[in-house]
């Protein structure tokens, strides 16, 4: 099926440093989300993106967080300043209108913050 | 915003029967109603989903079940296997022109005994 790949998939970061996730997502899907799941809980959303702009975010996506995609290369996710409890695993995941909305998920990348 | 309810938290059955989880959403605006199958490790995978416009769906040994009266929603896997072992969320969604933020259920935690 439908492939979302996410580099790096584990992260250590000292807490204070900015970390930028990357997320290249199905070729020819328009809208990309991340979101942010605890160990053992639910995945959570943050934020959705489509067409250069962030469309909605939740509170869980704060004044440190910040998305972009320049010029049809990765989705990125940059924390900056980490904080210790932005220790999650972070998926990103994409879906197209002629899809039917359905969402294929990355396999996630595991920051650890310390 | 949306809630999920999940039900329940684990699901302990023997090879060959039926395992059946409950969601209930709150947004009658919801109206895309998928399931994923998560691994250790892993991506969540999408397993099957249904949409507003049909009260049952089903694909692969998998059935699922929509009440809009009742807000509430169904997973049945027929005949489980030892593969069937994992977590499964169910999420609800009210797609718009922001693309489609999926709100997850808590997670079941199934087991297939031998």
């Known amino acids: 099926g439908p492939k979302v790949l996410q580099i790096p998939s584990h992260q250590i970061i000292d807490m204070g440093q900015m970390v930028t996730l990357n997320c290249d997502p199905v070729?020819?899907?328009?809208?990309f989300y991340w979101y942010k799941q605890i160990l053992g809980q639910q995945m959570e959303f943050l934020v959705n993106f489509y067409n250069g702009k962030v469309m909605e975010k939740s509170k869980l996506f704060k004044d440190q967080f910040s998305v972009e995609r320049p010029d049809g290369s990765y989705f990125t996710l940059k924390i900056q300043p980490t904080a210790l409890e932005d220790s999650a695993v972070y998926f990103c995941?994409?879906?197209?209108?002629?899809?039917?909305?359905?969402?294929?998920f990355g396999p996630g990348t595991r920051l650890t913050v310390l | 915003g949306e809630q999920v309810e999940q039900l329940p938290s684990i699901l302990r059955v023997q090879e060959g029967s039926s395992a059946s989880i409950n969601c209930t959403y709150e947004n009658s605006a919801s109206n895309y109603f998928p399931w994923y199958k998560q691994e250790p490790g892993e991506n969540p995978k999408l397993i099957i989903d249904?949409?507003?416009?049909?009260e049952r769906k089903q694909t692969q040994g998998l059935i699922v079940l929509l009440d809009k009266k009742a807000k509430r929603f169904s997973l049945h896997i027929t005949d489980t296997q030892p593969g069937d072992s994992a977590m499964y969320f169910c999420?609800?969604?009210?797609?718009?022109?922001?693309?489609?933020?999926?709100?997850f259920g808590i997670g079941t935690r199934v087991l297939v005994r031998p």
């Open positions: 249904i949409r507003s416009n049909m």
């Open positions: 999420a609800a969604s009210a797609p718009n022109s922001a693309g489609n933020k999926l709100t």
């Open positions: 070729s020819n899907h328009l809208y």
């Open positions: 995941a994409s879906s197209s209108p002629l899809g039917g909305y359905e969402q294929y």
